[in-house]
C-alpha cells in the first residue's frame, strides 16, 4: 500500500521527554489522603479504554470489509495508547513499584475497574457500533469536562484523547444513523443491539465514593451533570438512525466499576494477560 | 440477501501546505463522506495528510494503453524540449 513519506512527525522520542520536562507540578499525584480513590479511578480511565480497545482490536483481519477493518483498528489503537497514558499515571500515583504494562497484564479480574459495557462480547457489527457509540458519546463529555482538571496530568491527557475520541464519536454516531436508518436488515440489528446493550449504560453516570471523592477534589466532573449531555447526544442520533430508546431501566446492569464483572472478563484477559503470565518480563 | 459491492474511489492526499494533492491509491465507500473518512483510516494513518480529495473512478478517463505509441513515442527524439541547453551562471546556485 503506498504511503507518503513521514515528513509531519517529529522524532517521537524528543517529543515526549520534552513533554515530561513540561510537567507541570501536580499536587494531586503525591496526597497521600486522596490517593485509594485517584488511583482507583485512573484505573476505570485506563481500563475502560484498555478492555474497549481489545475488544475492538479482535475484529482486526474479520472486519466486513478492508476499510471497516482498519477503521476499528485505529479506534483501538488510539484506545491502547490512551491506556498508556492513564495506567502510567495511576501506576504513577500508587508509587508501588509497579507500572501500566504490570497494571494491564497481571491484574486479575476483580481488581479491573471498568465498565460492563466494554467489555461485552462484539456480537455483530451492529452490536460492536452501537456499543462504542453509546461509551464514545460519554468519553466524549468526560474528557471535555477533563481538560479543565484541577489535576494538569489529568488535564493533558484528556487533551489529547479528546482530539481522537471526537473523531471515534463523529464515526460511531455516522454509522449509527447510516445503520439504523439503511436497509430493513440493518435496521432490525441495529434496534435489537440497542435494547441488548441499553441496561449496561447506566453504570457509566452512576457515582460512588471514588467518583464523588475525585470529583470533590476537582480533578473529575460530577457524572451526574454529564447525562444530560449523553442523553442529548443519543437522542439526537438515535432520532436520525429512526431507532427507538427503550423504555426499560439503563442502570439495571452495574458493579464493573467496584470490580464485579461479567464472565466476559475472565476471557479477556486470559487472552490478553496470557503470555506475561506465562512468560513472566517477555518484550518484545 | 445479495452482496452489492461498494462503488471504487481513488484517493488524492496532500502532504504539507503547498504541494500538490498526490494519487495514493483506491478504496471502496457508499458515498463521498464515508470515502472521505475512509481515506482518512487507510492513507493517513501516519499523519501523512492535510487535506484529501475523492474521486469515483468512474469519473476518471484514462488515455488507452493501446495508443501509447502514436500518444508518447513521437516526443521521444525531441531533446530541445527540455531546458538542458541554456548555461546557469554560477550566482544563480541550485536551481
Redesign the interface.
Known sequence: MPSLPDAATPDVVALAERAAAEHHHDPHVADVALKPAFFDWLCRMGDNSLILGHRISEWCGHGPVLEEDIALANTALDLIGQTQMWLGLAAEVEADGRDADDLAFLRDAMKFRNLKLVELPNGDMAVTLMREFLFDAFHYELLTALTISSSPRVAEIAAKALKEVSYHLERSSDLVVRLGDGTEESHTRMQAALNKLWPYTGEMFAADAVDEAVAEAGIAPALADLLPLWQRTVADVLEEATLVQPEQRFDAQTGGKQGRHTEHLGYILAQMQFLQRAYPGASW | ?TKKE?PLWEIF?R??HGLNH?H??S????DA??AI??AR???T?????VSIWVVPSSEITASTPSEKGPLFDPAESKVYRHPTFFDIPDEVGHM
Open positions: 440477501m461498494w492526499i502532504g504539507q498526490r495514493v491509491g478504496l471502496h465507500a457508499p463522506e464515508m473518512r475512509n483510516d487507510v492513507y494513518r501516519r499523519k501523512e495528510g
